[in-house]
């Protein structure tokens, strides 16, 4: 963006928005699903809404990227366009995004709910707190250590072993001094001492169990299963055990209902859930996507980061707990991200550089392949920066057609839904051309072992996995309690196909290295972390909080 330009958010204070009753109607939510909130913003009510649902008549079209560069590649501003694109072309859409994390909007990536022409509105107040679900999380399961602690407090009837306690605290920041604590402190009256820690909000399983839970029975009872540690004789204990999942469900009653909000074109977005897809299986929620896909032609979904990770979760988890079928898929790409990926120093991204370009574009090519294996033809949308020359957007052109894929550039920071007709038009004759089968990679049935082999192997370009001391210890412990069965959310870096985040490209011959396995069974799968990859991401030297400010007016500036 050039001092010339306006910035994000000005962009976003500037645009009229329409009434939330008008936006509902354009959705084809009735009437009495609309719960306002505030002004801009309203919540649907889900029960109402899937009461007087119509049958599912939705395509659904996934949106996912190429290994990013540490500021992202502008995979939600695309979507968001490509949307946006399908409405003014009088295709009924609605998008369907994550929420945004305090962690990245005050950490490296400043706001989150795309950029320039094609976001989602009201953009500051959607960054900042939007209708408070990242609050009832957090406060859900900040309530549930606190349960814990008690209990141990007052008699400990379930023999619960303090050691033995798997829960953590979360919060929606950026703060690597909680990752580990101690707890308990002062004496027999504070609790008993413990090892224990924070995760960000984004990656707990309280977030995860509400982007999986069909409707608020489920979620309920999702809650009651969650696993929070052991017995002394190693018997797991749930919390249901604890008697205590009526009163979590309660403090996650109206998170349970999709928030509804619009696009600068005026298209219906339903943004619920937030988390990441690096470390948390990166898609929104459930409810929401079928929700849409009731009431659209075309619903937009974004799964987090590349193929490796958000694409990989979404079929292999989300799709499969909502049998959902994709129809189309984009591969968000850019000029700057093929480059790092082929080598090119991250400070010269912006300098024409063609034999850059043709080394990363076997990044490219093994994203597509992976789209590929879940049945599905990819779209390759080429996301134009200022710096773009022609030269290298004609090789990337000339090395799509070589290579039999479908391209289209984009210019929808600029140009919002215009920017994206050609997209848009590509994106629908892929679809007629090409049969569709979408479906995950491996059988969960056959074992945690083999889903991770498979996913190492056939996504990552790995030779195998290696499960360290704990990881063997951990799996153990799940084939006696019947869970490894369950499918696998990988939590990896999202700058490499192999857990080592300076391995650009596309690297084979690895090894995919699992430091532990963590029972998640409230969401209904096993996090295998590897890597050096942490829960709870710490800040960089230079916050994107520090660019923030608010006037005397109380108006907001600095989200980009």
């Known amino acids: 963006m050039s001092a010339s330009q306006p910035s994000d958010i000005d962009i976003a204070a500037a645009h009229q928005l329409l009434p939330m009753s008008d936006i509902a109607r354009r959705a084809g939510l009735p009437d009495d699903t609309l719960i306002p909130y505030g002004r801009s913003m309203a919540k649907v009510d889900l029960a109402a809404a899937q009461q007087q649902a119509p049958a599912r008549r939705g395509k659904l079209i996934l949106v996912t990227a190429t290994s990013p560069t540490p500021a992202g590649e502008g995979k939600s501003t695309v979507l968001i366009g490509l949307a946006d694109a399908l409405t003014a072309a009088g295709k009924r859409s609605i998008v369907t995004l994550r929420e945004p994390s305090q962690g990245p909007v005050m950490g490296i990536k400043g706001g989150a709910a795309g950029g320039g022409y094609a976001q989602i509105v009201p953009m500051a107040d959607i960054n900042l707190h939007f209708t408070g679900d990242f609050h009832a999380i957090t406060a859900a399961t900040n309530t549930l250590a606190a349960l814990i602690d008690n209990h141990i407090q007052h008699g400990n009837a379930l023999n619960i072993d303090p050691c033995r306690i798997t829960w953590r605290r979360c919060l929606d920041v950026n703060d690597r001094s909680l990752r580990n604590i101690i707890t308990g402190l002062g004496g027999p009256g504070q609790g008993t001492p413990r090892e224990a820690g924070f995760d960000i909000t984004a990656a707990s399983e309280i977030m995860a169990v509400l982007c999986l839970a069909t409707d608020m029975a489920d979620l309920r009872a999702r809650l009651g299963r969650i696993v929070i540690g052991s017995t002394y004789s190693r018997v797991p204990v749930t919390v249901s055990d604890l008697g205590v999942a009526g009163a979590l469900a309660a403090l996650m009653r109206d998170a349970m209902n999709p928030n509804l909000v619009q696009t600068l074109g005026g298209t219906p977005a339903l943004v619920h859930g937030g988390p990441f897809a690096n470390i948390a299986h990166g898609c929104n929620s459930l409810v929401a996507t079928t929700t849409a896909l009731d009431h659209a032609d075309y619903v937009l979904t974004e799964a987090g980061f590349g193929s490796d990770l958000g694409a990989e979760k979404f079929f292999d988890i989300t799709a499969r707990a909502g049998e959902l079928q994709v129809a189309a898929a984009v591969v968000v790409t850019t000029i ?148 490894d069965t369950l499918p696998v959310c990988v939590s990896k870096t999202q700058y490499s196909f192999s857990d080592d985040p300076t391995k650009l490209g596309a690297p084979t011959g690895h090894t995919l290295n699992v430091r532990s396995l963590v029972p998640r069974i409230g969401a209904g799968f096993i996090v295998a972390l590897t890597g050096d990859v942490m829960t709870l991401p710490g800040l960089p030297k230079q916050p994107a909080a520090n660019g923030i400010d608010i006037d005397e007016l109380g108006q907001i500036s600095g989200l980009f």
């Open 336 to 483: 700057r991200s093929i480059k790092f990926n082929g080598g090119a120093d991250r400070t010269a991204l912006t300098e024409p550089d063609l034999d850059a370009l043709a080394d990363g574009l076997v990044n490219v090519q093994r994203h597509c392949e992976n789209i590929r294996q879940f049945g599905v033809e990819p779209v390759i949308a080429l996301n134009l920066f200022t710096s773009d020359t022609e030269a290298e957007r004609e090789y990337l052109r000339q090395w799509a057609r070589e290579h039999h894929t479908a391209l289209a550039e984009t210019t929808v920071w600029a140009d919002g839904g215009a920017g994206a007709a050609e997209l848009a038009e590509t994106v629908l004759a892929t679809m007629a051309d090409h049969a569709h089968d979408s479906h995950p990679i491996y059988d969960p049935g056959r074992g945690l072992l083999e889903s991770l082999q498979t996913i190492a192997q056939r996504i990552y370009g790995a030779s195998g996995v290696q499960l360290s001391a704990q990881a063997e210890k951990d799996l153990l412990f799940l084939r006696a309690n019947g869970w």
